[in-house]
């Protein structure tokens, strides 16, 4: 059995199992499966949980949980910065990030963060219980479980590629459309069209629309253009 407590924001348990497990994720259900699959392992106990990093530091200062699995939809430039926090909060304990979306750019900043680990979110509750076990009983491991071609840019023989997508959309970029009539093209909303410019952004190292367009066909992803079309006056950022 395990007892809650209550720890500011986040849900607290006194730890009962050899592995004090703690959960972060903003999405109630798939953090509740979290808890009720580790819950179940023996060697495992979750003693805290929390939606934000924010609301999990104070508890994981007082609890000192021994791996705190993170669930992130984005690895925005604030995430290690987070990560820090909680590294801070509890020296000892080891990271574990479960990515919603993988790329060679967010899997370097997670290393460079210190994590242990980084698994897709839709790995299987078997994989992520061998993950945990791996890192707990091996203080130097580093697991991760990322496609080849990123493996291929960690170990510095690529560079980061756009996805299909998001060569589509710098093309239109190159065109001179803005993001609402992108949107409207590919049947798709503007949040979209600006989450996958940021991460073309990033994959490209650029700071700007023209910048990531010059970048993208200098580099093969996209057929040369005559010329790019400068944005109007009070245009949208991508992101």
Do not use: W
């Amino acid at each position: 059995m395990t007892r809650r407590q209550e720890c500011g924001t986040a849900a607290a348990f006194v730890k009962t199992a050899d592995v004090g497990i703690a959960i972060v994720d903003e999405n109630v259900i798939f953090r509740a499966g979290l808890v009720h699959f580790l819950s179940a392992e023996d060697a495992f106990s979750v003693v805290m949980q929390a939606a934000t990093v924010q609301e999990a530091v104070a508890a994981v200062g007082a609890l000192q949980p021994e791996v705190v699995l993170v669930g992130t939809d984005r690895v925005t430039a604030d995430v290690p910065g987070d990560l820090a926090a909680l590294r801070a909060a509890a020296p000892l304990a080891r990271v574990v990030v479960l990515l919603a979306q993988e790329d060679p750019l967010a899997v370097k900043r997670l290393l460079a963060a210190g994590v242990q680990a980084a698994i897709p979110r839709q790995a299987s509750p078997q994989e992520l219980a061998g993950t945990i076990r791996g890192i707990v009983h091996g203080a130097d491991r580093i697991v991760l479980s990322v496609a080849r071609s990123t493996l291929a840019c960690l170990r510095g023989q690529g560079e980061p590629q756009l996805t299909a997508r998001e060569r589509e959309i710098v093309a239109l970029v190159a065109r001179g459309m803005r993001n609402s009539q992108i949107a409207r093209h590919l049947v798709i909303t503007e949040g979209t069209v600006k989450r996958h410019l940021s991460n073309a952004y990033a994959k490209l190292d650029a700071s700007c629309r023209t910048e990531a367009v010059r970048k993208a066909v200098e580099r093969g992803m996209i057929p040369p253009v005559m010329s790019v079309m400068a944005p109007p006056e009070g245009y949208e950022a991508a992101g």
